[in-house]
């Protein structure tokens, strides 16, 4: 006989909404990506989801090669990947920083950080009571 299902029980379907959601997002993607190329964090604005969605859907979207690297910029040493809808080759890959050109651009980051001007100090209450200065 078949199974009964209690008032009490629910069954649970997943609804195909979920799916329909997501081929949506990649769909729009694809038509935008198909007008301008763009990195990762310009999708997840451009379909308002996290950075970690659209590398899922980059992921899937290069297996099935609908979309490719068109080229590469260097932010902070890291080279960041724009992606254009297409089955073409990758962009070449950037060479690496050298180490003194990291170096240097890690001392400079420091030095605008650490400037003696902006510097006030604060009381220690500890060596003002000591002191009898409070």
């Keep these: ?7 009490h029980q629910t069954q649970r379907v997943a609804p195909p909404l979920n799916m329909n959601i997501k081929q949506k997002r990649i769909e729009r993607l694809l038509a935008e990506l198909a007008k301008q190329p ?6 997840a604005k451009f379909l308002g989801v996290s950075v970690v969605f659209v590398s899922k859907y980059i992921t899937e979207l290069r297996e099935d090669n609908l979309i490719y690297i068109e080229s590469y910029e260097r932010t902070d040493g890291k080279p960041r990947s724009f992606y254009r ?3 073409q080759p990758d962009a070449p890959k950037l060479e690496p920083l050298t180490s003194k050109v990291l170096q240097r651009a890690y ?3 420091v030095k605008k950080k650490c400037n003696p001007r902006n510097f006030t100090p604060r009381m220690d209450i500890a060596a003002s009571w000591m002191m009898n200065e409070c």
Aim: charged share 30%; hydrophobic share 20%.
């Design 85 to 87: 809808s297409g089955n």
């Design 107 to 109: 001392r400079e980051r």
């Design 38 to 43: 763009m990195c990762r964090h310009d999708m």
């Design 1 to 7: 006989m078949g199974k009964t299902i209690h008032s």
